[in-house]
């Protein structure tokens, strides 16, 4: 996006929210208005670092009879129509331990997806996770906390690829909460290491954080509960759903453009 002039604006949704068939025309929706990469959630059943918002849409994939064989069926079908869109997918540990963790990277490479972030396994634990990842060229990704100390910076820039997922604020995800604290200093440090490049996430729901978290140095910035909000707001009527996501990307887009 550098040689672009302009950050990146990547979107989080949960697979199979609301339902399988919607989901699919909703990631259809955010890649055609401007989407540059997607963060893809296999639901489960205690997702400890989401907010309600994101716990909702969890629970309407499980209703909608999701599973983590249906995810991988809809990635493949995501992967075959958008064959250049980067997609990592985002999940907790157990999901990853179910069939074992070789088989899951190779399940997740095998259907197409960039990379993986396990949400609930803190770098220092990583060891077998980043080896499965890198022997099936699945990029292990992980998450910056604002608080983070040197070492921690150097661990995140040594073993993280892709990009690095940088917290606006500590706590659980959320547009209920907005992105406060100055990172443009763990930014600049994260690039002294050279770490994958920034992406702000949490809290992001509005085109001035999106010019804020670029202007501090960011690669481009993560959203995800606004763009669930939308969903669950107006689900049952598909179209207006469709078309507010549109927009909202669209605008989301244009801030990332300088």
């Known amino acids: 996006m550098a040689e672009k002039q302009e950050g990146a604006f990547v979107l989080f949704v949960t697979l ?129 906390p604002p608080n ?10 040594f073993h993280g690829r892709g990009y690095t997922y940088l917290l606006s604020r500590a706590g659980v995800t959320g547009a209920e909460k907005r992105a406060e604290l100055p990172l443009h200093h763990l930014i600049a440090t994260l690039t002294e290491y050279h770490a994958a490049p920034a992406l702000q996430g949490f809290g992001i729901s509005e085109p001035s954080q999106v010019k804020e978290a670029i202007a501090s140095g960011a690669a481009g910035v993560i959203s995800g509960s606004a763009i669930v909000r939308i969903i669950e707001q107006h689900r049952h009527q598909p179209e207006v759903m469709l078309a507010k996501l549109h927009d909202f990307v669209s605008r989301m887009k244009a801030a990332t453009r300088g």
């Open 148 to 157: 983070a100390n040197d070492a921690l910076l150097r661990e995140i820039a």
């Open 16 to 144: 199979g929210d609301p339902t399988p068939a919607l989901s699919l025309q909703i990631i259809d929706t955010l890649i055609d208005a401007g989407a540059d990469a997607l963060e893809l959630g296999i639901p489960f059943s205690d997702p400890l670092a989401d907010g309600p918002t994101i716990q909702a849409a969890t629970l309407r994939a499980f209703e909608a009879g999701m599973t983590p064989g249906h995810c991988f069926e809809m990635l493949a079908a995501i992967r075959q129509k958008h064959p250049t869109m980067p997609i990592g997918l985002l999940m907790y540990a157990n999901l990853v331990f179910s069939n074992g963790i070789d088989a899951f990277y190779q399940r997740c490479a095998d259907a197409g997806g960039d990379s993986a972030l396990i949400a609930d396994v803190p770098i220092e634990e990583s060891t077998p996770f980043r080896a499965a990842a890198l022997r099936h060229n699945v990029a292990p990704i992980f998450i910056c």
